[in-house]
């Protein structure tokens, strides 16, 4: 049974041909071959795009008459040619081809296999203008010459930046419906705080948006400063009065640890390693072993790799669906401001405030 597609992703009109080769998951779906092509190019896809497979066209939901690219899965489509335009303005025409199915890689993100030609900086437009930036740098008259000079400095392919860009964003299937979307910034919210190992359980506030770890004690007002840049809190009494609005995460992260340390350890067990409990001084004895013999790389390479992992396992699990898309993110704070702004109603009364807040977050709920 196949466990990956492989795909050559070239962009139209790059002479020597600028290609990159990769391995994507059988349950992709175009949303998750749209952040691997970002992925791979080093782009951040902060312009629109669009997939055409023959007659069809592919987007992000809303995108025209395309179809929702969070619902057609790459299955869909074996061995026909896709084509794929990003930055509808200037464009970045991309075609893909589909090689030889690989039964021999199964992994939950996308791989690079391989690469020709340095990546175009996606804000210098086409392949047109990128070649005419090239051009200026070796003609010193020219008027471009020092913007091409600029931009041609950090001009490389970083083979290592784009493998952990791939591992960073697995890929998520085509999303269920009545999930709701979240913004990326969630997902990284909840991966930072289980690399940090609170040892307070971790909620996500369904209300708020965001990642709160368990207090025995409430916390302080909401409208109090923060003087220190740790999670925000919750209470104990809170999550177990409102368990519709807080979703539970993790248990505490001291446990989280010990179970990533004896999982390494059942994958791994010619090293020999203690078994780990959730008490500090054995997860200290783990450690110990793991510095002895030079392994604290590679372990803490297995943490990130799972912490990478959770928030999507976590989210499948509770019907929501991350999308790293500028134009659906939730809670975006430049958004908000300017929609009160523009309300037209009386900014400076905090109740008035409070309810567009309130109106706001209902209506990206939505998306």
Known sequence: MMSSFQLSISIDGSYPPIVRTVAIPVNASFNDLNSTIQSVFGWSDSHEHVFRVGKEKIGPRGHGNAADEDRVPLSEHVGRKMEYTYDMRDGWDITITWGDDREDIDLPWSLLLGWSGESPPESCGNMATFYAMLDAVE??????HEKAVKMCDSLYFDEDSV??????????????????????????????????????????????????????????????????KGPRTVGAASVSIEPARYMPLSPPGKVNLASFMNDYSEENPDLGLPHAEPEQGSMDAFMAVIRVREMTALFDRYVFDRASLFPFQWAKEHGFYFKDCH?????????????????????????????????????????
């Open 139 to 144: 003609d010193p008259k020219n008027e471009l």
């Open 163 to 228: 493998t952990s860009n791939l591992e960073c964003w697995p890929v998520q299937g085509v999303r269920p419906a009545g999930s709701e979307i979240l913004p990326q910034g969630v997902r990284m919210a909840i991966m930072g705080n289980i690399l940090a190992f609170h040892e307070g359980a971790m909620v996500y506030d369904v209300e708020d948006m965001d990642v709160r770890v368990v207090a025995d004690r409430a916390p302080r007002s909401a409208k109090g400063s923060r003087r220190n």
């Open 327 to 367: 134009d659906v993110e939730l809670g975006s704070a430049a958004d908000m401001a300017r929609m009160i702004q523009e309300s037209g109603e009386d900014v400076d009364d905090p109740e008035v405030v409070d309810r567009l807040i309130e109106q706001y977050i209902e209506s990206r709920k939505s998306l």
